[in-house]
């Protein structure tokens, strides 16, 4: 117990510092995916798809516990699975289609203020409220870029930036039910059913669609399904298990610094891919990163 204590207490390796930076690289690409995904599909085939391609996944995960389940939680895990992969899974995607990958990746970075929120709401987490100034901070920089967005050269309709933010809430009930009623589960185990009870009804869903004529006729059918794809196994299956190893390796604060880094490689990536980016971008980012930081202080 001393040698772990006193191993997580060092300096983090050069292991630990490659982990975060792959784990921000694999959420942070997850926002231009979307994009990528949306020109054959829609919001809702592509929700599906990503929640149906992670059951599968998580299947074997699903079986090997399955007789292990605490069926008293049912309705627990179900609000977990609607709330963190059912939900959001559509609201980003639906988000994108009217505002750019980088302004939806720097948006998706408040999930750690509104986890505060909803725990001093809901969840009777007293401390929260005094980070009251973080919290304010950070939503004061989603305002800034949702309503001056168009003076930055984003284009489409930047309100859509809403359905981050909702999708940023449910992350945050789903992160307080785990942590108030799901503590004693183990998190693959947590993921696998959440997967799996949203993702088996969605799989049934896909084949009411014309998703099949769509990947097989469509110009660009099958690279939108190989981007969904990644998206499902890169951005959930293994992202889960690149953060899990990171926390073991080190400590819960330093694996939250990927909250920071998540928005940096969004916005990287979409000037890549020719979206514009000004110094209103960077703006709106830093007050959002502040407020995250001021979040986190002791």
């Not at 592509?46 to 929640?51: D, E, F, K, N, Y």
């Not at 995960?61 to 008293?72: A, M, T």
């Not at 939900?87 to 639906?94: I, Q």
């Not at 001056?148 to 999708?167: E, H, M, S, T, V």
């Amino acid at each position: 117990m001393d040698t772990q204590s006193a191993q997580i207490s060092e300096r983090p390796s050069l292991l630990s510092w490659g982990i975060l930076l792959l784990l921000s690289l694999v959420w942070g690409s997850s926002y231009i995916l979307i994009k990528k995904s949306l020109v054959a599909f829609t919001p809702l085939q592509i929700g599906c798809l990503r929640l149906s391609i992670s059951a599968i996944a998580f299947l074997p995960i699903f079986l090997w516990h399955f007789k292990q389940i605490e069926w008293s939680k049912l309705k627990y895990l179900i609000i977990v699975g609607i709330c963190g992969s059912g939900l959001p899974a559509v609201l980003f995607p639906l988000a994108q289609t009217e505002i750019s990958s980088s302004v939806a990746g720097t948006l998706s970075s408040l999930t750690p203020l509104f986890t505060l929120i909803i725990g001093a709401l809901f969840f009777k987490t007293a401390s929260a409220w005094s980070k009251l100034t973080g919290i304010l901070v950070g939503l004061m920089g989603a305002i800034f870029l949702i309503v001056f967005g168009q003076d930055a050269g984003i284009k489409g309709n930047l309100w859509y930036g809403l359905f981050i933010l909702i999708g940023c809430v449910c992350y945050a009930i789903s992160t307080n039910i785990v942590k108030e009623h799901l503590q004693e589960m183990s998190s693959f185990k947590i993921s696998a059913i959440a997967f799996f009870m949203v993702g088996i009804p969605c799989l049934g869903y896909l084949f009411t669609t014309d998703i099949v004529e769509i990947i097989q006729t469509h110009e660009y059918g099958w690279r939108s399904l190989g981007t969904v794809t990644v998206l499902a196994l890169g951005g959930t299956l293994m992202a889960t298990v690149l953060f899990f190893k990171l926390v073991q390796l080190t400590n819960p604060l330093f694996a939250s610094l990927v909250s920071y880094l998540i928005p940096m490689i969004a916005m990287l990536l979409g000037a890549f891919d020719g979206e514009s980016i000004t110094i209103l971008h960077f703006v709106g980012m830093g007050l959002i990163l502040v407020g995250v930081y001021l979040t986190k202080g002791k």
